[in-house]
């Protein structure tokens, strides 16, 4: 093969204008994603040797897209401010995260009972794995570990570590089951919280 | 749910939508896992045509399904159909089809607009690898489902500089319909 010619651009990728700065996003097909989906779970299925490592596999890409989608959003918002409260990046995760990589906002956002340092999202119908079905040996895997992962990238590139996990709860009202995701944020978020409360109280 | 389709296809009818960027993201991460699995990038191109090839064989009856197409009567036909209906239903983009060979069995497809690789830069080391490989892994599946076997190739690549993406199709055989039983059972 001959010897490729550098590439014409000069700027650096990072440097170069985001072409698709348009007003209304792109889109492409969801059979499109759906197929590349749960042919890497296949894939992944053949490579790992348990459940879990299938998890945190799928989790690392979830993970890799959350990080970049934090940068692109912050981007093209308009408001420029850093979000410091745990709420406020709660609140924009369920709202307009959600509406962009899924097209609706998440169902719920609550604070768990039994500790501030826990909450829950719920969607009610994840529209990444509403074509996936897991089988009964595969019971406690979910799919929706991919948009976890995509939630835990958020998160982290934000400044607040956590660790973000699916779950599936059966609802009497629903055929399928509700994906429910469960965000621990770690000890050093919820100190610097209460650091940022007792400095705004005093 | 995000509604829309392809604005100027006529047959294609529009498919539940997705954004692209996190299709694009989603796949660029999942090429980078691959990249950290093999130390060989030969390995993972051939195992992004090979996820392709199994995305194909599902991809084609939805295609069929969906698509109110009458029955291609050449490979001619084909190319048409796969770079004008199928591409903008699938990813919203589509595709010219160029360079046929004077047999009509080998021909180009060019697409200048590439939803699986937007905001992605190649490095020097990783000069070998086909990004966009599971397309032609796609492409080949999907016509080897309907009996056509085909050869899939990239020749020109936007993130190695060139200024198109062009992917080779060669026809090798028109293959029977395979029934799955013996006649003496």
Request: glycine share 4%; with cysteine.
């Amino acid at each position: 093969m001959n010897a490729r010619q550098p590439p014409k651009h000069s700027l650096n990728i990072v440097d170069r204008p985001l072409s698709k700065n348009r007003s209304e996003v792109p889109t492409v097909s969801l059979s499109a994603f759906a197929y590349l989906f749960s042919e890497y779970i296949q894939y992944l299925v053949d490579r790992a040797n348990s459940i879990s490592e299938l998890e945190d596999r799928l989790e690392k890409v979830g993970f890799e897209v959350g990080l970049r989608v934090l940068e692109l959003l912050s981007y093209r918002d308009k408001v420029l401010r850093r979000k410091t409260d745990v709420l406020d990046i709660l609140r924009f995760i369920h709202g307009p995260a959600w509406q962009y990589l899924f097209g609706k906002t998440a169902d719920d956002l609550q604070q768990a009972a039994n500790g501030d340092d826990e909450y829950y999202i719920r969607d009610y119908d994840l529209l990444v794995s509403r074509y996936i079905s897991v089988p009964r040996s595969y019971e406690p895997f979910n799919p929706g570990t991919l948009a976890a992962g995509i939630m835990r990238g958020m998160l982290d590139s934000a400044g607040f570590p956590a660790r973000v996990t699916a779950h599936f709860v059966s609802h009497k009202d629903r055929q399928r089951p509700i994906t429910t995701f469960m965000i621990k944020l770690e000890p050093s978020v919820m100190q610097r919280q209460a650091y940022l409360e007792a400095a705004k109280k005093g | 749910m995000l509604r829309g389709g392809p604005a100027g296809a006529r047959n294609a009818p529009s498919l539940e939508q997705i954004n692209a960027e996190v299709f694009t993201l989603t796949y660029g991460s999942i090429v980078r896992q691959l990249i950290s699995d093999f130390e060989d990038i030969e390995e993972v191109n051939k195992q992004l045509e090979q996820m392709g090839y199994n995305m194909g064989i599902r991809l084609v009856d939805e295609f069929l399904a969906k698509a109110k197409i009458t029955r291609c009567s050449s490979f001619r036909d084909t190319a048409d159909v796969v770079a004008k209906q199928a591409l903008p239903m699938f990813l919203n983009v589509s595709a010219n089809v160029a360079n046929w060979n004077p047999d009509q069995t080998e021909c180009s497809l060019i697409l200048t607009d590439n939803p699986l690789a937007d905001f992605v830069e190649l490095p020097e080391e990783y000069r070998e690898l086909k990004y966009c490989n599971v397309l032609a892994g796609v492409v080949r599946g999907a016509l080897e489902m309907v009996n056509m076997e085909v050869e899939c190739r990239w020749v020109s690549d936007m993130l190695k500089g060139d200024d198109c993406y062009e992917l080779r199709i060669k026809l090798n055989e028109h293959r029977d319909e395979r029934f799955p039983f013996k006649d003496d059972d």
